[in-house]
C-alpha cells in the first residue's frame, strides 16, 4: 500500500516570470497526482501539497532545479491522501499577502534584509541568556495561537496577514523596538517577510525561527518553549508534536479544554471557532459574531 505525506516548503528567489512557473508547477502537481496549494510571485514559492512519498520526491527533485529553489527546506509530516480537496496552483504579487509586495527584495541566497535565522536550540540559548529581554513574536492569524503558542508570547489581533502592517504602525508595540523579537509561523514564509516589516518599523532586532514552528516542534516536542498542537492549513487542521502535548484551547460556548475547530454556520464564512465535543453539534447551527453583526445591517 502507497504510503501518503504531506509536504510544506517555501523559496525565496527572483522569479522573472510567475506565469510561466505556475504553469510548470501545475503540469507538475499533475503528473505526480498531488493535491494542495502553490503560490508562485516574483519574490519565490510557497507550497503545501499532499501525495505518495515517490510523487512527491519526484516533484521535490523537479522543483529544486529551479534556480534559487535548490536551497528550500521540505517539512513533511503524515497525510492520508485526502487531506487536500484539489490542485489549486496560483501566481501572486506576493508569497504572502501582507499588502507590502514592494518592501520585500529577494536574491538568490533569498530575502534582503531580513531578521537572521534562529535555529531551535539557538532560540532557548537566547531565551536562558536575555530572559525578560526576549519577546516571541506570533506572525500567524489570531485564531491559530487559540491551540498553541509559545510561552509569553505577544499575539497580535489579527484575522488575516493583510492586518499585521496596520497593527504594528498604530503604536501599541513600541515599547518592544529596543528588545530582542523572535518572530515565528508555522513553517517559517510568513516570518521571512513579517521580519522586514519590522525592521523597516523601528524594532532594532528581530530574529525568526529556522524552519518555524515545525522545526522547532520536531527538535523539542513538548519539552521546549512552545506548548499546544499546531494549527495547519489542511484537513488535519491539528497536528500535536508528541503524546504530551497539552490542549490550550477553550470551547466558544462553555470553556471547556479543546483543540478541535469547526466552520462558521454560514457555508460563505471562512471563521473557525473552537468547540468541545458536548457543544460541537452547535457548531452547524451557529454564525459567528462576523456574521451576526453583517446580517443586523442588511
Not at 525592521?199 to 532586532?205: A, I, L, S, T, V
Not at 499546531?230 to 483543540?259: I, P
Request: glycine share 10%; proline share 4%.
Amino acid at each position: 500500500m502507497a504510503v501518503h505525506k504531506i509536504i510544506l516548503f517555501y523559496a525565496f528567489a527572483p522569479v522573472a516570470d510567475p506565469i510561466a512557473v505556475k504553469l510548470w508547477q501545475r503540469a507538475l502537481g499533475e503528473q505526480w497526482n498531488l493535491k494542495g496549494r502553490v503560490i508562485v510571485s516574483p519574490h519565490g514559492i510557497n507550497a503545501t501539497l499532499g501525495g505518495t512519498v515517490e510523487d512527491l520526491k519526484r516533484y521535490v527533485k523537479s522543483t529544486k532545479q529551479y534556480p534559487g529553489f535548490g536551497k528550500m527546506d521540505v517539512k513533511w509530516s503524515d497525510g492520508t491522501g485526502e487531506d487536500f480537496p484539489r490542485l489549486s496552483v496560483k501566481d501572486r504579487p506576493e508569497l504572502v499577502a501582507f499588502g507590502a509586495p514592494d518592501e520585500i527584495k529577494v536574491d538568490r541566497s533569498g530575502v534582503i534584509g531580513g531578521g537572521p535565522h534562529l535555529k531551535p536550540e539557538d532560540v532557548n540559548k537566547l531565551v536562558e541568556e536575555h530572559g525578560d529581554d526576549v519577546v516571541f513574536f506570533d506572525g500567524r492569524n489570531a485564531f491559530e495561537a487559540q491551540i498553541g503558542r509559545f510561552n509569553n508570547a505577544v499575539i497580535p489581533d489579527v484575522q488575516t496577514t493583510h492586518g499585521f502592517i496596520e497593527d504594528i504602525e498604530s503604536g501599541k508595540y513600541d515599547s518592544l523596538k529596543g528588545k530582542k523579537i523572535i518572530s515565528y509561523c508555522t513553517g517559517g514564509v510568513r516570518c521571512e517577510i513579517l521580519s522586514v516589516l519590522m525592521k523597516n518599523r523601528g524594532f532594532e532586532e528581530v530574529y525568526q525561527i529556522e524552519g518555524g514552528i515545525v522545526r522547532y516542534g520536531e527538535k523539542f516536542g513538548s519539552q521546549g518553549l512552545w506548548k499546544g498542537p499546531l494549527y495547519v492549513f489542511d484537513k488535519r487542521m491539528v497536528v500535536n508534536f508528541d503524546d504530551d502535548t497539552q490542549t490550550l484551547g477553550e470551547c466558544s460556548r462553555c470553556a471547556a479544554a479543546t483543540d478541535h475547530f469547526a466552520n462558521c454556520a454560514d457555508p460563505g464564512c471562512k471563521v473557525l471557532r473552537l468547540y468541545c465535543d458536548d457543544c460541537a453539534h452547535f457548531a452547524a447551527e451557529e454564525v459567528c459574531e462576523d456574521c451576526v453583526t453583517r446580517l443586523a445591517a442588511v
